[in-house]
């Protein structure tokens, strides 16, 4: 038996990836850390804003991209908190902590963009989710992670 879980999903138009997140939102438990994972322009972003606002209830929630605060926080009605953090600015993975994503993890869900920049053992029990661009736009989405996530990602469809 593998210690580890993956799926891959095609999602061929961006209302496909829009349905993707919202599913992941139902079902993403606090304390989860998502590693959002691809080049520029892959929907890093797009998946992340469609996320919260499946978790805030509100299709048009106003969502700013943390490229430049690093860090957007945002309360839920359940009382979890959701927390959108775009790395891809820091130099040095200890300025993570400078950010209060050490604290956030345990008992907020964390969506990370550009993960690769944050200190490497806090991947550990993380859903990796990979995003590519096809020819015709489209986009696979890798999700990957611990067993933990089995149940999530098996039960998710495009």
């Known amino acids: 038996m593998s210690d ?3 799926r891959t999903i095609k999602c061929r138009t961006e209302a496909d990836t829009l349905k993707l997140a919202e599913a992941l939102a139902d079902r993403v438990p606090a304390g989860r850390l998502i ?3 691809g080049d520029l322009g892959a ?3 797009t998946l992340a804003r469609a996320f919260i606002r499946a978790r805030l209830h509100d299709p ?3 969502v700013p991209s ?3 605060t690093l860090v957007q926080t945002y309360g839920c009605d359940d009382g979890v908190e959701v927390w959108h953090a775009d790395l891809y600015r820091l130099t040095d993975p200890e300025e993570a902590f400078e950010l209060g994503l ?3 993890r345990d008992e907020a ?3 990370i963009e550009w993960p690769d920049r944050m200190p ?3 991947w550990v029990g993380a859903l990796t989710v990979r995003l590519t661009i096809g020819e015709r736009g489209e986009r696979t989405v890798v999700l990957s992670g611990d067993a933990r996530w089995q149940p999530l990602v098996e039960g998710l469809e495009a």
């Open 4 to 6: 580890t879980v993956s």
């Open 35 to 37: 590693a959002l994972e």
């Open 43 to 45: 929907g890093k972003s």
């Open 60 to 62: 048009e929630a106003e």
């Open 66 to 68: 943390p490229t430049f």
């Open 102 to 104: 050490d604290e956030a």
């Open 109 to 111: 869900i964390c969506l």
């Open 120 to 122: 490497q053992d806090w």
